[in-house]
């Protein structure tokens, strides 16, 4: 297996699109690397240039020690695992395994050790003399997964390999997949449009939007430390809320203050007095019925999920907020209920830049 670098890339196409733009981003040996945005952010564009589909218009592309930036595809040693797996429908699962050894013309007795030891470490020994048609969605994947891996590649690249499964398969798979990570040590970049599936399986997560990184870190870090705006509100569900208002400083002591809506935030805020984006997350608001101090809104709507219920509360400056709370209180609509947001857990935002705002003495 290798590391890969990225170093300052931009892709223009050439219709004059720019698809990333100064991007940077080393991928260390044996991680698995998730590459998370929204629809059109340029996740595909990026693995395409890993995988040498897309040249970029500048920057560097390092596999192992090698500068890949103008070689081809079939000289990077890299397997790409697609959406549809395409598996050949005629072939069994031993022959669709070895089809890429044979193709390198490998002596029979390579191919039929590699074919078997994959197919033990992955559990598809009993399948070998299916037909793709024979197998579960999962079981194509992996499949297709074990085709990639006897040939032995440098790093593998998905490019949002679960999206055509059902729900509970894909729940399935991913957890599969980590596992599979973790029992091979390979070098996997894994694109996808959703936040769950970036959180749980990627040791790291790399947030892209209009081609640029927006932060790059382990999943809890990008959950509790969104360095911007954006991130905060892709990482987490239901997202966080915000709420723009402004800090003021009393006698050394800070609040925000929006409004209809009053909170008592960290003092040490007081040095960055003015206008502000407040962020809240959905878990950190807790509901009850008492009325001394602190915001208050109105339920507009509760959405029960079992254990834990989303109530949607209106605040009297029609702040729109959503709490995620346990089942224990229940909150009716149209009643009144207060709101409880401890101040360690709010986030602060730029309103022009989007930037974190550090607290002053905070180390993050
Ligand atoms: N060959 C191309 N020519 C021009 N624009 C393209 C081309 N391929 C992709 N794009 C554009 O680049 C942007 C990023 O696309 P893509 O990398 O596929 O995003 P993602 O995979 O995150 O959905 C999109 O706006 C897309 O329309
Ligand atoms: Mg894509």
Avoid: C, W
Avoid at 324 to 334: E, K, Q
């Amino acid at each position: 297996m290798a590391s890969i670098t990225l170093d300052r890339i931009d892709k223009r196409y050439p219709n004059g699109y720019v698809a990333a733009r100064g991007l940077s981003l080393p991928i260390a040996d044996g991680e698995l690397l998730v590459l998370v945005g929204p629809s059109g952010s340029g996740k595909s564009t990026v693995l395409r240039m890993i995988a040498g589909l897309e040249r970029p218009t500048s920057g560097t592309i390092v596999i192992g020690e090698r500068d890949v930036t103008h070689l081809p595809p079939q000289e990077r040693d890299i397997a790409m695992v697609f959406q549809s797996y395409a598996l050949y429908p005629h072939m069994t699962v031993r022959e669709n395994m070895a089809f890429g050894l044979r193709l390198r013309k490998q002596p029979d007795e390579t191919v039929a050790r590699r074919v078997a030891e994959v197919a033990e470490a992955l559990g598809l020994g009993p399948l070998l003399e299916r037909k793709p048609a024979q197998l579960s969605g999962g079981q194509r994947q992996r499949v297709a997964l074990g085709r990639a891996i006897v040939r032995e590649p440098k790093a593998f690249l998905f490019d949002e390999p679960l999206s055509n499964l059902d729900a509970q398969l894909r729940v399935e798979t991913r957890a599969e997949l980590a596992r599979l990570h973790r029992r091979l040590s390979a070098t996997m970049v894994y694109v996808t449009h959703d936040q769950v599936e970036a959180m749980t399986l990627g040791t790291r997560v790399a947030v892209l939007k209009d081609g640029m990184l927006q932060q790059v870190a382990p999943p809890m870090e990008l959950y509790r430390r969104p360095q911007n705006q954006f991130v905060a509100s892709f990482i987490g569900s239901p997202s966080m809320n915000f709420v723009r208002g402004t800090i003021e400083r009393d006698n050394g002591r800070a609040r925000f203050v929006a409004d209809g809506f009053t909170l008592a935030v960290m003092d040490s805020l007081a040095t960055r007095a003015g206008p502000v984006v407040l962020g809240v997350r959905p878990h950190d608001i807790a509901l009850d019925g008492a009325h001394e101090g602190g915001p208050r809104g109105v339920v507009s709507l509760v959405e029960p999920l079992g254990s834990e219920q989303i109530v949607y509360v209106t605040t009297p400056g029609g702040h729109d907020l959503v709490a995620m709370v346990t089942s224990d209180f229940a909150p009716r609509v149209d009643e009144p209920v207060a709101l409880r947001i401890a101040p360690s857990a709010v986030h602060f935002f730029d309103p022009q830049s989007g930037a974190r705002i550090l607290a002053a003495g905070a180390t993050y």
